[in-house]
């Protein structure tokens, strides 16, 4: 039985059951956080923060994340390039862990918030529990994503001005922030209760 | 001063789980036991063993090793005699020198600023119900703890080092600093101390605002 049925919602932040007004928004008694039988504007909210995020990451991938300058010649990495210089001159796990942190999580969390907001929308009833965990997942392994953005500011805090090399952050860089940022807020602004409100046919989900 | 008597933590508490909106019972919950959802496997309730005073112990190292993290140098590169020395703030600094505020401001927000929130409010509230002082604003620090906590990313920034040394260590001999084997003792003592402390056991303790 879904606690929305009778009116009942647990508190996002302190877990406190209680019955909700009519209008399903209130204040928790127990730690004043507001409390919703489902967010307010979720669907919109995640559409909005995911499309942002989907126009970050052409130049987050195009534009080159750093600068290495070294005896007069310059080499621009992107993150894709700098996932190959791993491979050929570091070791492959750790190419692979970097792969998987840059370039596949971004890209399947985007794929999968998409379909997650598809498949809401057009109420299906399938797989909710599957959906719930596919949720669960994007919410853990998003931060991940960050790794390239840290190697980048401690690599051009080592290799600094008037040393043999410097390196300098690119725009790729504050693009690719962007996306991590947004996706995560797109996860968070997103309902999972709404997987398992495929029954009501008509849009009184919002 | 332990939590309250196991049985009668959660036995027969109706819940709603946050992911699917199932209404159920939580089960009776021993220390170190945990529930999870019955439709989706959510987890509803953690009851970690070892009551207040292991968190409170857990959060005090973390705090000592974040001050250490940060007050010593962090990885130093050396290239023919020359030698380059950062800390984990620097990291940030050299965005912020390169003209990039807004990357300096989410590296730092990331590596520093919500890791420190994070074990300080812990540790604050966590204090203020093991001794029950009126500290104010526990309870402002203790709704903000889940929010804060996607934000510490110290486990990345540590994966980000090791990246880091690789590449270099092609080009230059790097030297770690005294903090990076205190960050990667704050990184293992903060994990243990997340898993030792359920905000959402400290609220049924705290009770309903009295103003």
Known sequence: ?206 | MSLPHPASVSRGELTACHECDALQALPALRPGQSASCRVCGAKLLRYPAGGLNRPIALYITAFILLLLSNSFPFLTLEIQGRQEVTTIVGASRALYNAGMGELAVAVFMTSILAPTLLIASSLYVLLAARFRLPLPLARVALSWISHLEPWGMLDVFMLGVLVAFVKLGNMATMHTGLSLYAFCGLIAVSAAATAAFEPRLLWRRLGRRRT
């Not at chain 1, 009116?7 to 008694?29: E, F, I, R, V, W």
């Not at chain 1, 007069?72 to 791993?86: C, K």
């Open chain 1, 1 to 206: 039985m879904r606690a929305k049925d009778i009116g009942l919602a647990s508190c996002h932040t302190c877990g406190l059951l209680q019955q909700l007004p009519p209008s399903g928004h209130a204040h928790c008694p127990r730690c004043h956080s507001p409390v919703h039988l489902r967010t307010p504007n979720s669907i919109q909210l995640t559409w909005a923060l995911l499309i942002s995020a989907i126009i970050a990451y052409l130049p987050a991938n195009l534009y080159p994340v750093m600068t290495v300058t070294s005896l007069g010649q310059s080499q621009s990495d992107t993150i894709m390039s700098g996932v190959i210089y791993l491979l050929l001159h570091g070791d492959w796990p750790l190419a692979l862990i970097v792969f998987v942190a840059s370039v596949l999580v971004p890209l399947l969390k985007m794929v999968a918030l998409l379909y997650l907001l598809f498949s809401v929308q057009r109420h299906s009833p399938m797989r909710k529990s599957q959906r719930t965990r596919l949720y669960r997942v994007i919410e853990l392994v998003g931060r991940w994503s960050m790794v390239d953005i840290f190697v980048v500011s401690l690599l051009a805090a080592l290799v600094q001005a008037g040393s043999l090399a410097t390196i300098e952050p690119g725009v790729g860089a504050i693009a690719f922030t962007s996306v991590v940022i947004l996706t995560m807020l797109a996860a968070m602004s997103f309902d999972p209760r709404l997987i398992w409100d495929h029954e009501e046919a008509h849009r009184d989900i919002t």
